[in-house]
């Protein structure tokens, strides 16, 4: 893909715009106007703009600010030729059909099954807690039905359960909430399990079987040649430009567009006239080493406080690529920079729906995506809620979705 920057401040004169069409060779005059300016080059923007130019024949330009397609996302070769995951790892699982099938015309498949470990205790075990994990941390010898009992005696369930600490521990007791959850919680969010809303621990399951997967759904695979290139391909169509580079207020009067679709914070459209919505964020150690593997796993959680970051990635596992160095991440969570992770309190979900009727009231521009919605979703869902938008704005214009 080109690493070409795009002409910033006049970002909708002809010059800035044919350097973003340098990279089809088929379109050799920009559109004076779009249809659809799209905030946003990540599931969200990609998505919608393929849909918005292959089936109703739209005009649209996204822009991002960042330097490249895919959004979080994006994946790279690093300089030790690895593949990495620039912001952390992606793993693509869905249940959808409909998901799945619609992705598989941009790109072929890799199978791949997700296994985390999480060392605790000086030895490393499967999480989602399951029986194995159990009886290597105990020296037991359980079956699934003593493991349901073994965590039925531990159980502290509540009368009202309200928080993540409260949903954990009704489960499988303070023991190991303390062991697995309350350091890595703390780590994640900046904050106890106790201030965080239920949903948080809904998302890590407990199990007494074997089953060592850390998802079950029954699409489970890694896009072939990488997400970079399924991006590549999604936009690949004269009816779509693309500028990286870009911020949204250097092209917002100096593009003519019908209609906004805005994938970014949806507090920063609005200047925060209500305050920020809060987020949690991810700073990035990548390493390169001399060795064909560096961990027994994709990742390994570290729940202690005595350990600065949360979790090791190492990428061979999920790309399947074949050489004799590897790369890994270290993941330090933080407040500070990119916004990742909405931040699930009562009082957050409270000043969002302030910005929700902002939205409402301002029916010229369509926020999607986890920034636009204030939503933490897996990138299947995203790609569920673009393909649901394309579906009303089709219907709204009278053609077939």
């Known amino acids: 893909m080109s690493k070409e920057p795009p002409v910033v401040g006049r970002a909708g004169d002809s010059l800035a715009m044919?350097?973003?069409?340098r990279r089809r060779p088929h379109a050799t005059t920009p559109p004076s106007r779009f249809d659809y300016l799209i905030v946003g080059g990540g599931f969200a923007g990609c998505v919608l703009a393929e849909r918005l130019a292959t089936q109703l024949d739209r005009r649209v330009l996204v822009v991002d600010r960042r330097d490249h397609i895919g959004g979080n996302a994006y994946d790279m070769l690093d300089a030790a030729g690895v593949r990495v995951h620039r912001y952390g790892p992606h793993i693509f699982h869905t249940n959808s059909r409909k998901v799945f099938d619609y992705?598989?015309?941009?790109?072929?498949?890799?199978?791949?099954?997700?296994?985390?470990?999480?060392?605790?205790?000086?030895?490393?075990v499967p999480i989602p807690i399951n029986l194995t994990t159990l009886n290597t941390l105990y020296g037991l010898n359980?079956?699934?039905?003593?493991?349901?009992?073994?965590?039925?005696?531990?159980?502290?369930?509540?009368?009202?359960?309200?928080?993540?600490?409260?949903?954990?521990?009704?489960q499988i007791g303070k023991e190991l909430y303390r062991k697995f959850f309350e350091g890595y919680t703390r780590k994640q969010w900046g904050m106890d399990a106790s201030e965080l809303d239920k949903s948080v621990a809904a998302r890590v399951p407990t199990r007494t079987d074997t089953d060592d997967r850390y998802f079950q759904d029954t699409y489970q695979y890694m896009p072939e040649e990488g997400y970079t290139r399924m991006f590549e391909r999604l936009i690949d169509h004269p009816n779509i430009s693309f500028l990286p580079r870009t911020d949204f207020r250097e092209v917002k009067n100096a593009v003519a567009f019908d209609h906004l679709i805005y994938s970014g914070p949806i507090d920063e459209y609005f200047e925060y006239c209500y305050g920020k919505l809060p987020y949690r964020s991810l700073r990035f150690e990548h390493s390169s080493h001399d060795c064909e593997r560096f961990q027994a796993a994709a990742v390994v959680n570290y729940p202690s406080l005595d350990v600065p970051f949360t979790r090791i990635t190492e990428y061979k596992y999920l790309t399947g690529q074949s050489h004799p160095r590897t790369s890994i991440t270290r993941e330090f969570p933080t407040d500070e920079g990119d916004p990742y992770y909405p931040i699930p309190r009562p009082e957050n979900a409270l000043l969002y729906r302030r910005y929700e009727a902002l939205a409402e009231q301002t029916p010229q521009v369509t926020f999607t995506g986890r920034l636009g919605t204030y939503r933490y979703y897996n990138m299947d869902q995203v790609v569920a809620q673009s393909l649901a938008l394309f579906d009303r704005i089709a219907k709204k214009s009278g053609a077939p979705a």
Do not use: K, N
Request: net charge positive; aromatic share 8%; charged share 25%.
């Open 142 to 170: 359980l079956d699934s039905s003593g493991a349901e009992a073994f965590l039925a005696a531990r159980a502290c369930p509540s009368a009202r359960m309200e928080t993540s600490r409260d949903v954990v521990i009704g």
């Open 18 to 21: 044919s350097a973003a069409m």
């Open 103 to 124: 992705l598989s015309r941009f790109t072929a498949w890799r199978p791949y099954q997700h296994r985390v470990l999480a060392e605790v205790d000086g030895r490393q």
